[in-house]
């Protein structure tokens, strides 16, 4: 069974930092392009952040310098190092993973940058 289990969000000030972690199962992320999206209280959700399988990234111009994707293919987790944290950085974090026509969802974990 396919699955995308993110954690990690949480409550932190501005300024601050957290890891998200997206661990996945049944099937080989190495394989696969992951991807983080953000989805803010009514707004669209967006790309934040992406890395294929040559391990070439991407960012969201919004975080860029400030967060950092990454994957260890050993644990089959996929990581999003958020630093210098903004309140608007508020969203639900989904984890996403595609090859072909394969499109896998996670189910999301909250942050909240507030003072």
């Known amino acids: 069974q396919v699955r995308l289990v993110e954690s990690g969000g949480g409550l932190v000030q501005p300024g601050g930092s957290l890891r998200l972690s997206c661990a996945a199962s049944?099937?080989?992320?190495?394989?696969?392009?992951m991807t983080w999206y953000r989805q803010a209280p009514g707004k669209e959700r967006e790309l934040v952040a992406s890395i294929n399988i040559g391990d070439t990234t991407n960012y969201a111009d919004s975080v860029k310098g400030r967060f950092t994707i990454s994957r260890d293919n050993a644990r089959n987790t996929v990581y999003l190092q958020m630093n210098s944290l903004k309140p608007e950085d508020t969203a639900v974090y989904y984890c996403?993973?595609?090859?072909?026509?394969?499109?896998?969802w996670g189910q999301g974990t909250q942050v909240t940058v507030s003072s």
């Open positions: 996403n993973a595609r090859r072909f026509t394969a499109v896998y």
């Open positions: 049944g099937f080989t992320i190495s394989s696969y392009v």
